[in-house]
């Protein structure tokens, strides 16, 4: 394989190899976005494998079947009845193994035979390669595309969004695309088993807010970041309602204390921006946030004076030392946390 790290993480490369169906011999797959990771696998399959002799051909091993001869024999095999065989191995980290299994590996990576494609994934272990161990990892560069599949940007999201929801004969505004993308957390494997379920819910052509919040469950940051918005507007009833449903989805109360400082840390960011008369997209480029709750975020603090968001943090900061010292109820802490900080809403 003629080598070449694209710009794109190497997805463009790959996409070229599929089309033009001349697939490499060696890939590692890795990335927060496994719904286009499962996607290509499946792709790479179709192109290699007949479903006919496709248990004699398509070799897969894990962190708990790996086996050097094991993968040797895999890669060595002939194929049966066909062209091609494909060795997908999963959450392996070579780098991790002692340095004569490492050595070993290097040579099966640097003489992988013409007719076998090898691909290494990596979704529960993450991808860390260890470039000071140089035999290896020159086996590696030199050998194989090396393809991140990362979180796709809001813009290309809501295509996608949209485009699924249009296949199921369904409507859907860009705000609505947006703000599925924020709560659900903006991963494409989590986008698709929510679009189906609102399809399945929804009676109508056009997608409402109402079919979202019906069926949908938010992740944290999302939940918290609704809490946050209902203190700044003073709804405090809505905003301990919020608590109350992040205590029920089971989260660890000190993951929804970090995360309502780190919301509170994005509206004193705003807070500020907004004081020196800059706009959303300074906020987006300072925090690294998608349109959507950027706009939000300056939203909530316009509502917001410079001394409230520095009460915010001093309370979170209180908050985090009684939580990890005191034998309070991390619970009741956080309710606290809240109806303190309506207090001071109230006040700013």
């Given at each position: 394989?003629?080598?070449?790290?694209?710009?794109?993480?190497?997805?463009?490369?790959?996409?070229?190899?599929?089309?033009?169906?001349?697939?490499?011999?060696?890939?590692?797959?890795?990335?927060?976005?496994?719904?286009?990771?499962?996607h290509?696998?499946?792709?790479?399959?179709?192109?290699?494998?007949?479903?006919?002799?496709?248990?004699f051909?398509?070799?897969r091993?894990n962190?708990?079947?790996?086996?050097?001869?094991?993968?040797?024999?895999?890669?060595?095999?002939?194929?049966?009845?066909?062209?091609?065989?494909?060795?997908?191995?999963?959450?392996?980290?070579?780098?991790?193994?002692?340095?004569s299994?490492?050595?070993?590996?290097?040579?099966?990576?640097?003489?992988?035979?013409?007719?076998?494609?090898?691909?290494?994934?990596?979704?529960?272990?993450?991808?860390?390669?260890?470039?000071?161990?140089?035999?290896?990892?020159?086996?590696?560069?030199?050998s194989?595309?090396?393809?991140?599949?990362?979180?796709?940007d809001?813009?290309?999201?809501?295509?996608?969004?949209?485009?699924?929801?249009?296949?199921?004969?369904?409507?859907?505004?860009?705000?609505?695309?947006?703000?599925?993308?924020?709560?659900?957390?903006?991963?494409?494997?989590?986008?698709?088993?929510?679009?189906?379920?609102?399809?399945?819910?929804?009676?109508?052509?056009?997608?409402?807010?109402?079919?979202?919040?019906?069926v949908?469950?938010?992740?944290?940051?999302?939940?918290?970041?609704?809490?946050t918005?209902?203190?700044?507007a003073?709804?405090?009833?809505q905003?301990?309602?919020?608590?109350?449903?992040?205590l029920?989805?089971?989260?660890?109360?000190?993951?929804?204390?970090?995360?309502?400082?780190?919301?509170?840390?994005?509206?004193?960011?705003?807070?500020?921006?907004?004081?020196?008369?800059?706009?959303?997209?300074?906020?987006?480029?300072?925090?690294?946030?998608?349109?959507?709750?950027a706009?939000?975020?300056m939203?909530?603090?316009?509502?917001c004076?410079?001394?409230?968001?520095?009460?915010?943090?001093?309370?979170?900061?209180?908050t985090?030392?009684?939580?990890?010292?005191s034998?309070?109820?991390?619970?009741?802490?956080?309710?606290?946390?809240?109806?303190?900080?309506?207090?001071?809403?109230?006040?700013?």
């Amino acid at each position: 394989m003629a080598k070449k790290q694209p710009s794109d993480s190497g997805i463009t490369e790959l996409k070229m190899a599929l089309k033009q169906k001349a697939l490499g011999r060696l890939y590692v797959f890795h990335g927060e976005e496994t719904f286009l990771l499962h996607h290509y696998l499946e792709q790479m399959k179709k192109l290699l494998l007949d479903p006919l002799t496709e248990s004699f051909n398509y070799h897969r091993l894990n962190s708990e079947t790996f086996e050097l001869r094991a993968f040797a024999d895999a890669v060595e095999n002939l194929p049966m009845m066909a062209e091609a065989t494909l060795v997908q191995i999963d959450d392996v980290d070579i780098f991790k193994m002692n340095e004569s299994d490492r050595g070993k590996i290097a040579e099966i990576l640097r003489d992988i035979p013409d007719y076998c494609t090898v691909v290494f994934t990596y979704i529960t272990t993450a991808w860390k390669p260890d470039k000071r161990l140089k035999k290896l990892w020159e086996a590696v560069d030199s050998s194989g595309l090396i393809v991140e599949f990362a979180k796709q940007d809001q813009k290309d999201l809501i295509a996608w969004v949209t485009r699924h929801f249009a296949a199921n004969k369904k409507r859907i505004s860009t705000d609505l695309c947006a703000y599925l993308i924020d709560i659900t957390g903006g991963t494409m494997t989590a986008l698709s088993s929510e679009i189906d379920k609102i399809c399945a819910y929804s009676g109508a052509e056009e997608i409402k807010k109402t079919d979202i919040d019906a069926v949908t469950e938010p992740v944290l940051d999302a939940v918290v970041f609704q809490m946050t918005d209902q203190l700044s507007a003073g709804r405090y009833d809505q905003a301990m309602q919020k608590l109350q449903q992040l205590l029920k989805m089971q989260q660890e109360p000190l993951a929804i204390l970090g995360a309502v400082g780190s919301h509170f840390r994005r509206i004193s960011a705003a807070r500020t921006l907004l004081d020196h008369g800059k706009s959303t997209f300074d906020l987006q480029k300072l925090c690294g946030i998608p349109d959507y709750p950027a706009r939000k975020t300056m939203e909530a603090a316009r509502r917001c004076t410079p001394k409230f968001c520095r009460t915010a943090a001093q309370l979170v900061l209180e908050t985090d030392y009684r939580m990890k010292t005191s034998f309070d109820e991390p619970e009741r802490l956080l309710e606290l946390l809240i109806l303190r900080l309506a207090q001071e809403a109230k006040n700013a």
